[in-house]
């Protein structure tokens, strides 16, 4: 069970998209439709931000959007504000009720 | 509203055993519709999931953590309490508490996270 790969770092201008990987196997990411992403602030807890792979939480704003294909997952955010600088994580069902994360990205608004 | 806490102690020596305990208030852990987890991150570091208990005492752990960690829950107290043996310094962390819903694979509420330092 090795961490979910995701890119050390992103960036984006104000009002432009970004995209977050996640790559996993076939054992989690590309075997089970239940990848969720979460958002970090510093000295913060995460919050969930996707799950189930498209779903967003009541509040989530509809500038946050996920999707799958094979063994990878992807968070995408639109029309960018200051206040999504954050650290994001993937997350994903491995099977015999165990979950596993991915190593985080730090998200830069320039 | 659900609110976890945990508690526990902040600084514990190598060799010796990390105990948290997540209060859970606002819910009854009982309720049967959750499974209670811990994640931790380590300073600078990404999340790593460490297990899930539900109210019955059913539990998952993370592989890489068997053989140290145990995971249990108190009804009596609505509180859900983490074991770690013969920590070292790459126990060092912010443990959090969290609530996944039953059959659904994420957490939807987490507590604010407790720092735990292993040093002598």
């Known amino acids: 069970q090795s961490a979910l790969t995701q890119p050390r770092s992103v960036s984006g201008s104000p009002g432009q998209s970004v995209t977050i990987s996640c790559t996993g196997t076939?054992?989690?990411?590309?075997?089970?439709?239940?990848v969720s992403w979460y958002q970090q602030h510093p000295g913060k807890a995460p919050k969930l931000m996707i799950y189930?792979?498209?779903n967003r939480p009541s509040g989530v704003p509809d500038r946050f959007s996920g999707s799958k294909s094979g063994n990878s997952a992807s968070l995408t955010i639109s029309g960018l504000q200051a206040e999504d600088e954050a650290d994001y994580y993937c997350?994903?069902?491995?099977?015999?009720?165990?979950?596993?994360f991915g190593g985080g990205t730090q998200l830069t608004v320039l | 509203q659900l609110q976890l806490q945990e508690s526990g102690p902040g600084l514990v020596k190598p060799s010796e055993t990390l105990s948290l305990t997540c209060s859970v208030s606002?819910?009854?852990?009982?309720?049967?519709?959750?499974?209670w987890g811990w994640i931790r991150q380590p300073p600078g570091g990404g999340l790593a999931w460490i297990g899930n208990?539900?109210?019955?005492?059913?539990?998952s752990y993370a592989p890489s953590l068997r053989s140290r960690v145990t995971i249990s829950v108190d009804t009596s107290k609505n509180q859900f309490s983490l074991r770690l043996t013969s920590v070292t310094a790459a126990d060092t962390a912010v443990y959090y508490c969290?609530?996944?819903?039953?059959?659904?694979?994420?957490?939807?509420?987490w507590g604010r996270g407790t720092l735990v330092t292993v040093s002598s």
């Open positions: 076939s054992s989690d990411v590309g075997y089970y439709d239940y």
């Open positions: 606002g819910d009854s852990i009982s309720s049967g519709s959750y499974y």
């Open positions: 997350c994903s069902y491995a099977g015999n009720y165990a979950l596993v």
């Open positions: 969290a609530r996944q819903l039953r059959s659904n694979w994420y957490y939807d509420i």
């Open positions: 189930d792979v498209t």
């Open positions: 208990v539900f109210y019955s005492g059913s539990i």
